[in-house]
């Protein structure tokens, strides 16, 4: 079983930032995708970024787009998730997924490795 390693996360106010990192550790195929997803009571679990060593251009899904931006390690397999700009909507449970490249899914279905998630919460 694949672990994956998160950090970051946690409360901040309207207009905040945070950062949320993954590492994927002991990674040996030639290309990953690392991609977040959010998830509240409730609701599905909705896609947020997705990023991968293909060369192709971070996907974000439209709620986030200009407010988030991922970056990638290569070297270390690992991808952060740069969260500005927080609004009360993005409170939710955040984790991130692993999966051999080079095309990096937006969807769910498109990763085998979760991570734990962690929780971040924005008040007003």
């Known amino acids: 079983q694949r672990q994956l390693v998160e950090s970051g996360g946690g409360s901040v106010q309207t207009g905040g930032s945070l950062t949320l990192a993954c590492e994927v550790p002991g990674w040996t195929y030639r290309s990953i995708c690392i991609a977040w997803f959010r998830q509240t009571p409730g609701k599905e679990r909705e896609g947020v970024a997705a990023t991968g060593t293909g060369g192709r251009t971070p996907w974000y899904a439209p709620s986030v787009d200009g407010r988030f931006t991922v970056s990638q390690d290569k070297g270390a397999n690992a991808a952060y998730l740069h969260l500005n700009d927080l609004k009360p909507e993005d409170t939710a449970t955040y984790v991130c997924?692993?999966?051999?490249?080079?095309?990096?899914?937006?969807?769910?279905?498109?990763?085998?490795?979760w991570g734990q998630g962690t929780q971040i919460i924005v008040s007003s």
């Open positions: 997924a692993a999966d051999r490249g080079p095309y990096c899914s937006s969807r769910a279905t498109g990763y085998q490795y």
